[in-house]
C-alpha cells in the first residue's frame, strides 16, 4: 500500500479490447504521473487506459496508428474488415499536396472502429487524432462519416481522407 508505478514499467488496459498491454509511450507516462499526483494529494483519479496512438517520422515520411491492426483484432475476436484508401494532404488544385493513405480497421456487422493506421508526407500524421477521439468514444464507421471536420484548401480535400476511408469502411460493414 502507498507504492505507485507508472508510465513505461506498467500494463495499461486497452479501451478496445479491454486486455492489459504495455504501450511505453511519453503521453501514458505523462497521464500516470498526474494520477499518481493527483491519488498521493489526497484526490481520486483514475487512469482510464490506452488506444495505442502513436506517431512517428522517418526523414520526411510521417506513420501513424491508433487502436488494433486488422491482424490484432482478428486476433482479439472481431470479425474485421479493413478499408484503404489513397488521397492528397491538401486540396487536388492547391500547391505543394502530396499524397497520403488511410488503412480504417472495423467490425462487420456494427461498423464498430477497431483501429487506424496513416502514412504519407507532411500533414498526414496528425489526422490520426480524429480516429483515436473516435476509437475512444466508441464510434461507429458510419457516425465518422458526418464528423464536422475543418476545411479549407491549404490544409486537406474537401473530403477529408479520414471521412473517405470511413464511407469505404461503411461500404463493407
Not at 492489459?20 to 503521453?27: E, I, S, Y
Request: some cysteine.
Amino acid at each position: 500500500d502507498g507504492v505507485w508505478a507508472g508510465g513505461d514499467c506498467v500494463l495499461v488496459r486497452h479501451r478496445i479490447t479491454g486486455r492489459l498491454v504495455h504501450v511505453p509511450l511519453g503521453t501514458h507516462a505523462n497521464k500516470h504521473g498526474r494520477v499518481i499526483g493527483v491519488n498521493l494529494a489526497g484526490g481520486s483519479a483514475v487512469f482510464p487506459g490506452v488506444v495505442g496512438t502513436a506517431v512517428t517520422k522517418v526523414c520526411d515520411l510521417e506513420i501513424a496508428r491508433t487502436g488494433l491492426r486488422e491482424a490484432d483484432a482478428r486476433e482479439a475476436g472481431f470479425d474485421a474488415v479493413a478499408a484503404t484508401i489513397s488521397s492528397t494532404t491538401r486540396a487536388a488544385y492547391f500547391p505543394d499536396r502530396s499524397p497520403l493513405t488511410v488503412k480504417l480497421i472495423a467490425e462487420r456487422g456494427t461498423g464498430l472502429l477497431l483501429g487506424t493506421q496513416i502514412v504519407g508526407r507532411e500533414g498526414s500524421a496528425k489526422r490520426v487524432d480524429v480516429c483515436a477521439t473516435a476509437l475512444w468514444n466508441a464510434m461507429t464507421v458510419d457516425e465518422m462519416i458526418n464528423l464536422d471536420l475543418g476545411y479549407a484548401p491549404p490544409f486537406s480535400p474537401v473530403w477529408d481522407p479520414v471521412l473517405v476511408a470511413a464511407r469505404s469502411a461503411a461500404e463493407q460493414v
